[in-house]
C-alpha cells in the first residue's frame, strides 16, 4: 500500500475536510463555480491535462477538468502520467501498489501494469519514484469525489527522450481498454504573472494544435518551467493514437489569481482532448 505523503499540507488530511475542501474548489471563483452532475454520458474525454499544486492554488483550475469527467461513464483504467519532482527511482517508474488517500484506497490496474512492464522496454516497475511524489496523488481524490472506485495506472516520468516517450505512447494505445489519460502538470513557475500567462499561453496553444513535438521544442528553447512537460506531451502522443482530434483549454490561472500576488506566480491550466 503507498501511503499517502501530503495529506494535510497539499489538501486536507480529514474524509470530511477534504471533501469540503473539493466542494470548495468546484464552488470557488476560480472554478467552475458549481459542484459536478454525475452522468453517464458516452465517453469522449480521452486525455486531459491537470494541474497538481495544493488545491488552496490550482484545484479551483483542477475542478474544471473533473466537472467535465464526472458527466461521462468511468473509463476502465485510468493512466495518470506525472512528473519526478524527487529525483528517485528509475527514468520512467510505474507503480504495483494500491494508493490511499483520507478518501479510501485506489486499486491500481495490476493486469495492466503488469503488461505494460512486460512489452514496454522504457518502463521499469519501481516504487522509489513514487513514494514521496505528489503529482499523481493530489489527482486521486478529486478522482475518488467523481467516481468512487476505479482502477488506475500509475506512471511517474523524469526526463525521458521525446523517442521513449512516443514507445510509451504506443504501447499505452495498445493496452486493450478504456483508457482516460491524465497528464499531471503545472506550468511557468515564479515568474511575473504577465510573463507566466504570455509563455504558458504560447506552450498551450501548442496542446490545443495536439502537437506535441512542437510543444516540446517550445518548451526547451525557451527554457520553460513547464514540469510535467513529459507527461502532457506522451498524454497528447496517446490521445491521438487513441482517437483523439481536439483539444480545449477549460480554464487558464495562476496562483496570483488566488493570492493576489503577481509578482513571482506558478501557472495552472485544464485541458481536455476529445476524439
Known amino acids: 500500500m503507498r501511503r499517502p505523503c501530503v495529506a494535510g499540507q497539499f489538501y486536507s488530511g480529514s474524509r470530511e475536510g ?5 466542494e470548495e474548489c468546484f464552488q470557488s471563483d476560480i472554478g467552475p463555480g ?3 452532475t454525475r452522468g453517464d454520458a458516452k465517453r469522449d474525454i480521452i486525455g486531459c ?3 497538481h499544486a495544493g488545491y ?4 479551483g483550475v483542477a475542478a474544471h477538468v473533473y466537472g467535465e469527467l464526472a458527466k461521462q461513464k468511468t473509463p476502465e483504467t485510468i493512466v495518470i502520467l506525472s512528473p519526478n519532482h524527487t529525483g528517485e527511482g528509475s527514468r520512467v517508474s510505474l507503480s504495483n501498489e494500491d494508493w490511499e488517500t483520507p478518501l479510501g484506497v485506489v486499486e491500481t490496474d495490476k493486469e495492466t501494469v503488469d503488461a505494460l512492464f512486460k512489452t514496454c522496454e522504457s518502463l521499469d516497475l519501481d516504487e522509489a519514484a513514487h513514494m514521496y511524489e505528489h503529482s499523481l496523488e493530489v489527482q486521486l481524490p478529486f478522482l475518488q469525489y467523481i467516481y468512487g472506485e476505479f ?7 523524469m526526463w525521458p527522450t521525446p523517442e521513449i516517450m512516443e514507445e510509451i505512447a504506443g504501447c499505452l494505445a495498445k493496452i486493450g481498454k478504456d483508457a482516460l489519460i491524465i497528464a499531471s502538470s503545472d506550468f511557468t513557475h515564479y515568474e511575473s504573472h504577465e510573463s507566466a500567462t504570455e509563455k504558458d499561453n504560447n506552450a498551450i496553444s ?3 494544435n495536439m502537437d506535441e513535438r512542437r510543444f516540446l521544442q517550445t518548451v526547451h528553447e525557451g527554457n520553460l518551467s513547464i514540469c510535467g512537460h513529459a507527461p502532457i506531451a506522451t ?3 496517446t490521445a491521438k493514437k487513441l482517437g483523439a482530434a481536439s483539444a480545449e483549454l477549460l480554464k487558464y490561472a495562476t496562483s496570483g489569481d488566488v493570492t493576489g500576488d503577481h509578482g513571482q506566480v506558478v ?3 485544464s485541458i481536455i482532448m476529445r476524439r
Not at 488552496?56 to 484545484?59: A, F, L, P, T, V
Not at 482502477?151 to 516520468?157: G, H
Open 18 to 22: 477534504l471533501i469540503t475542501q473539493i
Open 34 to 36: 458549481e459542484l459536478p
Open 49 to 51: 491535462v491537470v494541474p
Open 56 to 59: 488552496m492554488y490550482s484545484g
Open 151 to 157: 482502477k488506475m495506472v500509475p506512471i511517474c516520468m
Open 206 to 208: 501548442h496542446i490545443l
Open 235 to 237: 498524454c497528447i502522443a
Open 267 to 269: 501557472g495552472y491550466a
